[in-house]
C-alpha cells in the first residue's frame, strides 16, 4: 500500500510549475491585450492630433502664402481705379504736346520713350509695336496709363517685380527697374498679343471682367519663375486697357519645399493640373512646366523633369484626389498609399496648397508607446511570477510536503509525528488535527497491544480469536487513520489547487471553507468513549455509524485523489508543450531586433515548421521539404521568421476543405539566380482567384471570417524592409496557391536594388 501510495504521488515541483505557468500565462495574456488596446488607443489618439495639426498647418499656410496674392489683386483694384479717372479725366484736355515730349516714334515704326529725358530706374517705359495709329484716343490712353503707373509703380515695386498697363493694340506701358533698358532696346517685331497675360485681359477670355493669373512661366535670362496677374479695365463698355504685376514665385517655391511638417511635405499645383513646386520633380530650366493631367508617361514627355515613374503616378493620384475634394473638407485620405492630405486653396490664382503625410509616422509612434507598455507588462510578469513562486515554496508547498513525509510514516508504523502547528491558518489547523488523529491511533494500538499481552497463555483457541480481533481492529483503525488523512489532506490539497489556479487571493477564502468539523466530531466522540470504545462501536446507535461514515469518507477521497491525477497528467502535457513552444520563441527572443546578421535559412525554415507542428498535426496536413544548401544570407532572423510562420499557417488554413488525407504543404528553398535567394510555400488547398492576387497583401483584406486581414500585409512590408519581396500565385480558385519569399543574399545587393 506504501508502495502504490507512493507512486500515485505527483512530483513535488508540480502544484508550483503548474501554478506558475498557469498565472503566467492568464497575466500574459492580459498584458498583450493591455499593449494591443494601449496601441490603438494611442494610434487613435496621434491620428486625431495629426489631423488637427495638419489641418491647422494648411490652413496657416495658405493664409501666409495668398497675402502677396491678395495683394495684388488690391492694387489693381486702386489701379484700375486710377486709370479710369485719369482717362476720363484726359478727354477734356489737348495731351498732343505731352506725348510729343514724352515719346518719339523711331525708324523702325515703333514708338518709345524719349531717350534724352528716359531714366528707366525712376519712370515706366513705353513700347508701342509698328502700324499703331496714335490717334487723339490713343494718345489719351497712353498717357493716362503712363501717369498712373509712374504714380503707382515705385510703390509697388517693394513687393512685385513689374507693373503695368497693356493697351488693347498691344502697346505697353511698364516699370521695371532692374530692366531700366528693356523697352528702348526690345526688337520691333515683339508682339504682346501672342502672351496669355495679354490675352486673359480681351473681352472673349475673360466674359466677367474680373482679375486673372497666368500659367507660371521662367524669365530665361534670370532663371526665375513668376506668375503674372491681369486686370482688364472697361470704360464704357469698351476694353481700354489691362493691368499687370508679375510676381517671382522663386522664394514661394524655396518656402513650400522646405517649410513642412515633421515627417511631411508640401506640393503646390494649379487647377488645371500644373505643377509649381515639388520637393523631388524639380523642372529643369528652358523646358516649361510639368502638366500632370497632359502627361501621357512617354520618355519624350518626362525628359525635362526629375522624377521616377512611380512619384509622376504618386502625384497624379495626389491631384485627382485633391482637384474634386468638398471646400469644407480641409482633410483627405489616399488609402492606396497609406497618406492624409492637407489642402486649402490660395485666393486669388486658386492654387491647391497640399500637405502630404503618411500614416505610417502616425502608427510609428504608437508602436514605440506600445512597445514601452509591453516592456513593463513583461517585466512585472517576471517580477510578479518571482514572487508568486517565492510565496507557494514558503506557504503552500513545504507544509504539503510536510503532510506528505508525515503520512507516508504513519503508514510505515510511525507515530512520532512532527508538524508546524504555530500557523494560525487552515494548514495550521490540519496540522494539528493531524497530529491528535496519530496521537489516537497510536493510544488505541498501544491499549490493544497491552490488553493482548494481558491474555491466560493456557486458553488457546481464546487467545486465537482475541489475536484475530486484535489484528482486524489494528487494521479497522489504520485503515479508518489512513481514510483520516487521506480525507484531510487530499480535500485541502484539492481546495489549495484550485484556489492557486484561480487566484491566490482567493486562497484563505477557499481554504477556510474546509469541512473539518465532522471529522473533528467523531474524533471527539471517539475520545468521549475511549473507555467503551468496542461497546460503543458495536452498540451505540451513532457508534455504528462512525465506521461506515469514515469507510464512505475514504472511497470519496480517493475518488477525489484519481481525479486530481487525471487533471495534473493533463496539465503536465499541456505544460510541456507549451514549455517547448516558449523555449523556442525564446531563443529567438534574445535576438537583437534591427539587426542583420548571418542566417541559415534551412535551419530558420524548419524552426517555422517546428512552431506550426501541433496546428500541421491536428490539421492532418503532410510536409514535404525540398531544401536547397544555399549559402548563409546576411539578413533580420526574427522578420523572415514570422515572414515563414505566417505563410505555413495561412497554408494550413487553405486547406481545410482539401479531405484530411490529402493535404500537402511543400517547402523548397533555392537560389535560382546569383545573389537572390527564393523560399516557396505552396499548398493544395482553396486557391486563389486571379484579381485577388494583388488585393491579398492590402491592409485589412481578407477571405476569412475570423481573419484580421493584415499578415499578410505586415509580412509583405518586412520583406521589403529587408530588401525582397513576397509574391503569390496560383492557377486558380481550387488549385492551391504559392507564396514566393525572395531575400538578397548580402546587404550590398539589398542597397543596390533599392537604389535601382
Request: aromatic share 6%; no cysteine.
Given at each position: 500500500?506504501?508502495?502504490?501510495?507512493?507512486?500515485?504521488?505527483?512530483?513535488?515541483?508540480?502544484?508550483?510549475?503548474?501554478?506558475?505557468?498557469?498565472?503566467?500565462?492568464?497575466?500574459?495574456?492580459?498584458?498583450?491585450?493591455?499593449?494591443?488596446?494601449?496601441?490603438?488607443?494611442?494610434?487613435?489618439?496621434?491620428?486625431?492630433?495629426?489631423?488637427?495639426?495638419?489641418?491647422?498647418?494648411?490652413?496657416?499656410?495658405?493664409?501666409?502664402?495668398?497675402?502677396?496674392?491678395?495683394?495684388?489683386?488690391?492694387?489693381?483694384?486702386?489701379?484700375?481705379?486710377?486709370?479710369?479717372?485719369?482717362?476720363?479725366?484726359?478727354?477734356?484736355?489737348?495731351?498732343?504736346?505731352?506725348?510729343?515730349?514724352?515719346?518719339?516714334?523711331?525708324?523702325?515704326?515703333?514708338?518709345?520713350?524719349?531717350?534724352?529725358?528716359?531714366?528707366?530706374?525712376?519712370?515706366?517705359?513705353?513700347?508701342?509695336?509698328?502700324?499703331?495709329?496714335?490717334?487723339?484716343?490713343?494718345?489719351?490712353?497712353?498717357?493716362?496709363?503712363?501717369?498712373?503707373?509712374?504714380?503707382?509703380?515705385?510703390?509697388?515695386?517693394?513687393?512685385?517685380?513689374?507693373?503695368?498697363?497693356?493697351?488693347?493694340?498691344?502697346?505697353?506701358?511698364?516699370?521695371?527697374?532692374?530692366?531700366?533698358?528693356?523697352?528702348?532696346?526690345?526688337?520691333?517685331?515683339?508682339?504682346?498679343?501672342?502672351?496669355?497675360?495679354?490675352?486673359?485681359?480681351?473681352?472673349?477670355?475673360?466674359?466677367?471682367?474680373?482679375?486673372?493669373?497666368?500659367?507660371?512661366?521662367?524669365?530665361?535670362?534670370?532663371?526665375?519663375?513668376?506668375?503674372?496677374?491681369?486686370?482688364?479695365?472697361?470704360?464704357?463698355?469698351?476694353?481700354?486697357?489691362?493691368?499687370?504685376?508679375?510676381?517671382?514665385?522663386?522664394?514661394?517655391?524655396?518656402?513650400?519645399?522646405?517649410?513642412?511638417?515633421?515627417?511631411?511635405?508640401?506640393?503646390?499645383?494649379?487647377?488645371?493640373?500644373?505643377?509649381?513646386?515639388?520637393?523631388?520633380?524639380?523642372?529643369?530650366?528652358?523646358?516649361?512646366?510639368?502638366?500632370?493631367?497632359?502627361?501621357?508617361?512617354?520618355?519624350?514627355?518626362?525628359?525635362?523633369?526629375?522624377?521616377?515613374?512611380?512619384?509622376?503616378?504618386?502625384?497624379?493620384?495626389?491631384?485627382?484626389?485633391?482637384?474634386?475634394?468638398?471646400?469644407?473638407?480641409?482633410?483627405?485620405?489616399?488609402?492606396?498609399?497609406?497618406?492624409?492630405?492637407?489642402?486649402?486653396?490660395?485666393?486669388?490664382?486658386g492654387w491647391f496648397v497640399v500637405t502630404v503625410l503618411s500614416?505610417?509616422?502616425?502608427?510609428?509612434?504608437?508602436?514605440?508607446?506600445?512597445?514601452?507598455?509591453?516592456?513593463?507588462?513583461?517585466?512585472?510578469?517576471?517580477?510578479?511570477?518571482?514572487?508568486?513562486?517565492?510565496?507557494?515554496?514558503?506557504?503552500?508547498?513545504?507544509?504539503?510536503?510536510?503532510?506528505?513525509?508525515?503520512?507516508?510514516?504513519?503508514?510505515?508504523?510511525?507515530?512520532?509525528?512532527?508538524?508546524?502547528?504555530?500557523?494560525?491558518?487552515?494548514?495550521?489547523?490540519?496540522?494539528?488535527?493531524?497530529?491528535?488523529?496519530?496521537?489516537?491511533?497510536?493510544?488505541?494500538?498501544?491499549?490493544?497491544?497491552?490488553?493482548?499481552?494481558?491474555?491466560?497463555?493456557?486458553?488457546?483457541?481464546r487467545t486465537r480469536e482475541l489475536q484475530d480481533v486484535h489484528?482486524?481492529?489494528?487494521?479497522?483503525?489504520?485503515?479508518?487513520?489512513?481514510?483520516?488523512?487521506?480525507?484531510?489532506?487530499?480535500?485541502?490539497?484539492?481546495?489549495?489547487?484550485?484556489?492557486?489556479?484561480?487566484?491566490?487571493?482567493?486562497?484563505?477564502?477557499?481554504?477556510?471553507?474546509?469541512?473539518?468539523?465532522?471529522?473533528?466530531?467523531?474524533?471527539?466522540?471517539?475520545?468521549?468513549?475511549?473507555?467503551?470504545?468496542?461497546?460503543?462501536?458495536?452498540?451505540?446507535?451513532?457508534?455504528?455509524?462512525?465506521?461506515?461514515?469514515?469507510?464512505?469518507?475514504?472511497?470519496?477521497?480517493?475518488?477525489?485523489?484519481?481525479?486530481?491525477?487525471?487533471?495534473?497528467?493533463?496539465?503536465?502535457?499541456h505544460t510541456e508543450h507549451i514549455g517547448a513552444i516558449v523555449?523556442?520563441?525564446?531563443?529567438?527572443?534574445?535576438?537583437?531586433?534591427?539587426?542583420?546578421?548571418?542566417?541559415?535559412?534551412?535551419?530558420?525554415?524548419?524552426?517555422?515548421?517546428?512552431?506550426?507542428?501541433?496546428?500541421?498535426?491536428?490539421?492532418?496536413?503532410?510536409?514535404?521539404?525540398?531544401?536547397?544548401?544555399?549559402?548563409?544570407?546576411?539578413?533580420?532572423?526574427?522578420?523572415?521568421?514570422?515572414?515563414?510562420?505566417?505563410?505555413?499557417?495561412?497554408?494550413?488554413?487553405?486547406?481545410?476543405?482539401?479531405?484530411?488525407?490529402?493535404?500537402?504543404?511543400?517547402?523548397?528553398?533555392?537560389?535560382?539566380?546569383?545573389?537572390?535567394?527564393?523560399?516557396?510555400?505552396?499548398?493544395?488547398?482553396?486557391?486563389?482567384?486571379?484579381?485577388?492576387?494583388?488585393?491579398?497583401?492590402?491592409?485589412?483584406?481578407?477571405?476569412?471570417?475570423?481573419?484580421?486581414?493584415?499578415?499578410?500585409?505586415?509580412?509583405?512590408?518586412?520583406?521589403?524592409?529587408?530588401?525582397?519581396?513576397?509574391?503569390?500565385?496560383?492557377?486558380?480558385?481550387?488549385?492551391?496557391?504559392?507564396?514566393?519569399?525572395?531575400?538578397?543574399?548580402?546587404?550590398?545587393?539589398?542597397?543596390?536594388?533599392?537604389?535601382?
Open positions: 500500500m506504501a508502495r502504490q501510495h507512493e507512486s500515485s504521488t505527483p512530483a513535488r515541483s508540480s502544484l508550483a510549475r503548474s501554478t506558475l505557468i498557469s498565472m503566467g500565462v492568464r497575466i500574459a495574456v492580459i498584458i498583450a491585450l493591455t499593449t494591443f488596446f494601449s496601441y490603438l488607443h494611442i494610434f487613435y489618439s496621434l491620428r486625431e492630433e495629426a489631423l488637427v495639426q495638419l489641418k491647422r498647418n494648411v490652413t496657416e499656410r495658405s493664409q501666409r502664402e495668398q497675402a502677396l496674392f491678395v495683394l495684388a489683386e488690391d492694387n489693381h483694384a486702386a489701379m484700375k481705379g486710377a486709370l479710369e479717372e485719369r482717362i476720363r479725366t484726359l478727354r477734356q484736355e489737348d495731351v498732343d504736346a505731352r506725348f510729343d515730349n514724352l515719346f518719339a516714334p523711331r525708324p523702325d515704326g515703333t514708338i518709345r520713350n524719349r531717350r534724352e529725358h528716359f531714366d528707366g530706374t525712376r519712370m515706366p517705359g513705353v513700347f508701342v509695336p509698328p502700324g499703331v495709329t496714335a490717334d487723339a484716343d490713343f494718345r489719351r490712353r497712353l498717357v493716362a496709363a503712363y501717369d498712373v503707373t509712374a504714380q503707382y509703380a515705385p510703390a509697388f515695386h517693394v513687393r512685385f517685380a513689374t507693373t503695368g498697363v497693356i493697351l488693347p493694340e498691344g502697346a505697353v506701358v511698364g516699370y521695371w527697374p532692374e530692366g531700366a533698358n528693356y523697352f528702348q532696346d526690345l526688337d520691333a517685331t515683339f508682339s504682346l498679343k501672342d502672351f496669355e497675360y495679354y490675352t486673359l485681359g480681351l473681352p472673349a477670355n475673360n466674359p466677367r471682367r474680373e482679375s486673372a493669373w497666368t500659367s507660371i512661366y521662367e524669365d530665361p535670362p534670370t532663371q526665375t519663375w513668376m506668375v503674372t496677374v491681369a486686370t482688364p479695365l472697361d470704360v464704357d463698355g469698351r476694353h481700354v486697357g489691362t493691368l499687370s504685376h508679375d510676381l517671382l514665385l522663386n522664394e514661394l517655391m524655396v518656402r513650400t519645399i522646405n517649410n513642412h511638417m515633421p515627417g511631411a511635405y508640401n506640393i503646390l499645383v494649379r487647377e488645371d493640373g500644373q505643377l509649381i513646386a515639388h520637393p523631388e520633380m524639380k523642372m529643369k530650366s528652358g523646358e516649361g512646366v510639368y502638366d500632370i493631367l497632359k502627361n501621357t508617361g512617354k520618355p519624350e514627355d518626362t525628359a525635362a523633369y526629375v522624377g521616377t515613374a512611380e512619384q509622376r503616378a504618386h502625384l497624379h493620384a495626389i491631384f485627382e484626389r485633391v482637384k474634386n475634394h468638398p471646400p469644407d473638407q480641409p482633410v483627405l485620405e489616399l488609402p492606396e498609399y497609406d497618406e492624409l492630405l492637407g489642402v486649402s486653396r490660395l485666393k486669388g490664382p500614416e505610417q509616422m502616425v502608427s510609428a509612434g504608437a508602436f514605440r508607446a506600445a512597445r514601452y507598455v509591453l516592456g513593463f507588462g513583461v517585466m512585472s510578469l517576471l517580477l510578479e511570477l518571482a514572487i508568486m513562486y517565492w510565496v507557494l515554496k514558503q506557504q503552500i508547498t513545504r507544509p504539503l510536503l510536510g503532510f506528505t513525509q508525515a503520512t507516508t510514516r504513519l503508514e510505515a508504523g510511525d507515530f512520532d509525528v512532527r508538524l508546524e502547528t504555530s500557523r494560525g491558518d487552515e494548514l495550521g489547523q490540519l496540522a494539528n488535527a493531524f497530529q491528535r488523529m496519530a496521537g489516537e491511533i497510536h493510544r488505541r494500538e498501544e491499549a490493544l497491544r497491552q490488553a493482548n499481552e494481558g491474555l491466560e497463555q493456557r486458553v488457546e483457541l489484528r482486524q481492529l489494528v487494521e479497522t483503525a489504520r485503515q479508518v487513520g489512513r481514510a483520516e488523512i487521506a480525507t484531510n489532506v487530499l480535500h485541502n490539497v484539492g481546495n489549495v489547487l484550485n484556489s492557486v489556479l484561480t487566484s491566490t487571493l482567493l486562497a484563505r477564502e477557499r481554504l477556510g471553507a474546509l469541512k473539518l468539523e465532522s471529522l473533528e466530531r467523531v474524533a471527539e466522540l471517539l475520545e468521549s468513549h475511549r473507555a467503551d470504545l468496542s461497546a460503543f462501536l458495536t452498540r451505540d446507535e451513532r457508534g455504528k455509524n462512525t465506521l461506515p461514515f469514515l469507510t464512505r469518507l475514504g472511497r470519496h477521497m480517493e475518488e477525489e485523489r484519481q481525479e486530481l491525477q487525471t487533471l495534473l497528467g493533463d496539465i503536465s502535457r523555449k523556442l520563441q525564446q531563443r529567438y527572443a534574445r535576438t537583437p531586433q534591427q539587426m542583420f546578421e548571418p542566417v541559415q535559412l534551412g535551419e530558420l525554415v524548419e524552426d517555422a515548421l517546428r512552431i506550426n507542428q501541433a496546428a500541421l498535426g491536428r490539421h492532418a496536413v503532410m510536409v514535404e521539404r525540398n531544401l536547397a544548401d544555399v549559402p548563409a544570407v546576411e539578413t533580420e532572423k526574427h522578420k523572415v521568421l514570422m515572414i515563414l510562420v505566417n505563410l505555413i499557417s495561412n497554408a494550413k488554413y487553405a486547406m481545410d476543405a482539401v479531405p484530411a488525407g490529402q493535404r500537402r504543404l511543400t517547402v523548397n528553398l533555392e537560389s535560382p539566380t546569383p545573389g537572390r535567394i527564393h523560399i516557396e510555400v505552396r499548398d493544395n488547398g482553396v486557391g486563389i482567384a486571379p484579381e485577388m492576387l494583388t488585393r491579398i497583401f492590402q491592409y485589412g483584406f481578407t477571405t476569412r471570417s475570423e481573419g484580421h486581414g493584415f499578415g499578410l500585409h505586415s509580412s509583405a512590408l518586412a520583406a521589403q524592409e529587408l530588401g525582397g519581396s513576397l509574391r503569390a500565385n496560383s492557377p486558380g480558385p481550387g488549385h492551391g496557391a504559392t507564396f514566393t519569399l525572395e531575400l538578397p543574399l548580402t546587404p550590398e545587393q539589398r542597397s543596390e536594388r533599392a537604389s535601382a
